[in-house]
């Protein structure tokens, strides 16, 4: 029994020792397996870059500066596809201007892609004094000669009618150096004409049944004949109505003997038939009278148009003023006349006419040329 006891003391005595031994580890393994929570710790700003407009420029300049690799390479292909693509032009357009100078100064082509060109670029035909002449205005003239013949009359300016084509070009030339010269004098002389002049001459002429019943018939004689559209008709018809104006401003002889005539043609005892015998310039009014021997209706071709015009306008038995009339046959200059309504005729209309020539316009161009001489650039 005495053993027992001092046995227990020494298990007693070994377990206080584990006890001791055990709860460091056991606290330790618990902390382990389940830690309490901790308080944040508060982010250090130390080591944080600022941000600056220095380093905002530094990180840019890094940026673009990979990127120029790729920039530098893309503008010197766009400086380049640039002067490739102004060679180019530069060489078209010099192309361009020696494939027309040989053309139309060397083999004297007329052809459609010609006459825009010489309508946008003026090209020289002439030199009319001190004034050029366009290669525009020639092909203006010489392409209505060219289609009328050759769709009217079936004409071969390529074969056997080369030498008519010959005497058209030659004809062309020299109806726009004339133009020149009376677009000169009209200018030294304050004379000119108007849209309104135009297209009341055109209306004259429309009103007449001349030159088709309606705008369609109208358009489609100029188109098929001449190959004009109207506005072409127009420019035509005012470089007509100039020369004839021109010459009645400069023939003073003409002007004053008409205006002298139709002063005495009011005189209520005057005789018109007398005046007319003594002074019209057409032979057979002097025969007759004045009296134009046949009735006049509005169509009537052997009567200028501003005088069909006038005579429609009065009342039997009035006398007009001095109307400058355009020729109506092939050879005649412009003419000024002094018209008479004798009766009215249902659509019709009798008349007397006294005429005074004027001098054609020609005269006047001859005068200046001598002053001042024409040169042609083109030698058919």
Not at 99 to 114: E, G, I, P
Not at 202 to 208: A, D, K, M, P, Y
Not at 247 to 275: G, H, I, M, R, T
Not at 324 to 336: D, E, K, N, T
């Amino acid at each position: 029994m005495a053993k027992k006891p001092k046995r227990m003391r020494l298990l007693k005595k070994r377990a206080k020792t584990v006890k001791k031994e055990l709860v460091p580890v056991v606290t330790e393994k618990a902390t382990e397996l389940s830690p309490l929570p901790q308080a944040p710790q508060q982010p250090s700003l130390e080591n944080v870059p600022q941000i600056t407009t220095e380093n905002i420029g530094e990180h840019r300049e890094q940026v673009l500066s990979g990127a120029r690799k790729y920039i530098y390479p893309l503008r010197h292909s766009k400086r380049t596809i640039v002067g490739i693509t102004i060679t180019v032009i530069i060489a078209a357009l010099v192309g361009l201007f020696i494939y027309c100078s040989l053309a139309l100064y060397k083999y004297y082509q007329y052809n459609s892609f010609l006459y825009r060109v010489t309508q946008v670029v003026p090209f020289p035909v002439a030199k009319a004094g001190s004034h050029y002449v366009d290669y525009e205005n020639y092909l203006f003239e010489l392409r209505h000669y060219v289609h009328y013949y050759e769709s009217q009359q079936q004409r071969n300016f390529g074969g056997a009618d080369r030498d008519q084509l010959l005497a058209f070009r030659k004809q062309a030339l020299q109806d726009v150096i004339n133009a020149a010269y009376i677009k000169q004098l009209a200018r030294q002389n304050g004379v000119s004409v108007s849209d309104k002049e135009v297209n009341d001459r055109l209306n004259e002429v429309r009103s007449q049944n001349r030159l088709g019943g309606n705008n369609k018939v109208f358009a489609d004689v100029l188109r098929d004949y001449w190959g004009w559209s109207v506005n072409d008709f127009k420019r035509s018809l005012k470089q007509e109505i100039l020369a004839e104006k021109v010459a009645a401003k400069l023939d003073a002889k003409a002007n004053n003997k008409a205006q002298a005539v139709a002063q005495q043609a009011e005189e209520p005892k005057a005789s018109f038939a007398d005046l007319a015998k003594k002074y019209s310039d057409d032979p057979a009014a002097k025969d007759n009278g004045g009296d134009y021997g046949f009735a006049i209706s509005r169509t009537n071709p052997n009567v200028p148009p501003e005088v069909v015009n006038a005579l429609y306008s009065m009342k039997v038995g009035q006398v007009s003023g001095v109307i400058i009339a355009s020729p109506v046959l092939a050879g005649q200059g412009p003419s000024l006349q002094i018209v008479k309504l004798t009766g009215i005729k249902g659509g019709s209309v009798t008349a007397q006419h006294i005429t005074i020539n004027l001098q054609n316009p020609s005269v006047f161009i001859k005068q200046l040329e001598s002053q001042q001489p024409s040169h042609a650039y083109v030698h058919f």
